[in-house]
């Protein structure tokens, strides 16, 4: 059962300094994993998409439909890597939270934090930065993030063969460098919370 697993099922205290640090090590490998894969996918989509300028209908149809088999699979590890970056964020505030435990039951917050529903700590705790903050600072971002909302994004991917041919239709007419096409047809288009994260 993985730490994650466990704090949902256990209350804060029972959880230790020493399996969270692990656990943030296990979730920054995941993450740097990912990023190579999803930078592997880039790179053979920009390469796919080159192969295109030029050919016939029937090439560029095939590229595209191949193209468009590496879209899904890269929004899928995006999905995965934004996943472990809300669990590695989670876990890192967790971390300090846990460091400072005698200094929050002083001034009665550890007893709300304590009390809290698993889920709904987990959610506060995803949406604050709290490694490298003063105890007061941190006290205050607790404090506000347990009335903010998260909201969810999702693209959509219906027109990405349209998309591809009016790519190739630019570069083929001169319109626009074949470099510069290639790595936006490589890159997918994410929110930029998710670019930055990258």
């Not at 399996?19 to 053979?44: A, S």
């Not at 809300?86 to 876990?91: E, G, L, N, P, R």
């Not at 239709?169 to 936006?184: M, N, P």
């Amino acid at each position: 059962m993985g730490i994650l697993d466990r704090f949902r099922k256990n209350p804060i205290e029972k959880l230790s300094l020493r399996e969270l640090q692990e656990e943030e090590i296990r979730l920054r490998n995941r993450l740097e994993r990912t990023k190579k894969e999803i930078e592997r996918i880039e790179k053979k989509k920009k390469q796919l998409f080159q192969e295109g300028i030029g050919a016939d209908v029937l090439k560029k149809k095939m590229l595209a439909q191949e193209i468009k088999s590496l879209d899904m699979e890269q929004k899928l590890r995006l999905r995965d890597f934004t996943t472990a970056q809300k669990q590695y964020t989670f876990v890192k505030n967790l971390i300090v939270v846990k460091k400072y435990e005698k200094e929050l039951r002083k001034i009665g917050l550890w007893d709300k934090l304590s009390k809290v529903e698993p889920e709904q700590l987990e959610s506060v705790l995803v949406k604050v930065t709290l490694d490298g903050r003063e105890f007061d600072e941190m006290v205050e971002s607790l404090n506000r993030v347990f009335e903010m909302d998260i909201a969810e994004f999702e693209g959509t991917e219906d027109q990405t063969e349209r998309e591809l041919m009016e790519a190739w239709a630019r570069v083929e007419t001169g319109e626009a460098d074949i470099e510069q096409v290639a790595s936006e047809v490589a890159s997918p288009k994410l929110e930029k919370e998710t670019e930055e994260e990258l």
